[in-house]
């Protein structure tokens, strides 16, 4: 199976500011390398710090790599210009962490979901009113509906927020959608509906995923490989069942062995 993303050796340096850093260089990441196959589902797990959100960046143009390459479909995200770059934004989309941050509160769930087929109406050839019928459609998609489409985010609850943010995504038609920690802000229950939902789009859509999170758990449950990040280094990339069964890295099986037990009579916690 041909990758659709791929990362060769990229490396991340800062300088550092302020009056107390003299100018010293920060290494955000090391020499990243991976493929992401169509259709499949990339996990990156690490925590605070491991470099995740500055990967996230590169994978999606809005940061270029100090070293190496980042390749969307074979060409190098980094050297795209106009249209190309304009096509790349439309190809590649995101869901933050976040749905109660990641939403305009001025603007009604119409406006929100419709805003990028504006932008990209030439290459989406829809109209207003095909833009509406297209969100009416999105809003189903995700478990909501058109008498949703005049409200405010204020209106409706976290995993409701959430289902917004992914029906903006899909609404350019998009290829790759990096989920940025997509559940780590909801409740366990609607963090099920929510991973539940990411599997059906997967598969009706031919979408594939880049699943970034710091939740072994989650990433156990959609993901069909794994790369565990450390201080900026990919310490170890496996098959899913691979990694949780017999990982080989000791970061890795640090983080396997702080997973909550969901037996609460094993629990360390029970008196």
Known sequence: MSALLQLERVSKTYRGGGPFSRGAEVTALDEVSFAVPRGACFGVVGESGSGKTTLTRLMLALEAPTAGRVLFDGEDVAALAGAALKRFRRRAQIVFQDPYASLDPRMRVRDIVAEGMAIHRDALKLGARAQTERVVELLSIVGLGAQHLHRYPHEFSGGQRQRICIARALAVEPELVILDEPTSALDVSVQAQVLALFETLKQKLN?????????????????????????????????????????????????????????????????
């Open 207 to 271: 979408l594939t995923y880049v699943f970034i999170s710091h939740d072994l758990g989650v990433v156990r449950y959609v993901c069909d490989r794994v790369a565990v990040i450390h201080r900026g280094r990919i310490v170890e990339e496996a098959e899913t069942p691979a990694l949780f069964d017999a990982p080989r890295s000791e970061h890795a099986r640090e983080l396997i062995a702080a997973m909550p037990d969901p037996d609460p009579d094993r629990s360390p916690f029970r008196l």
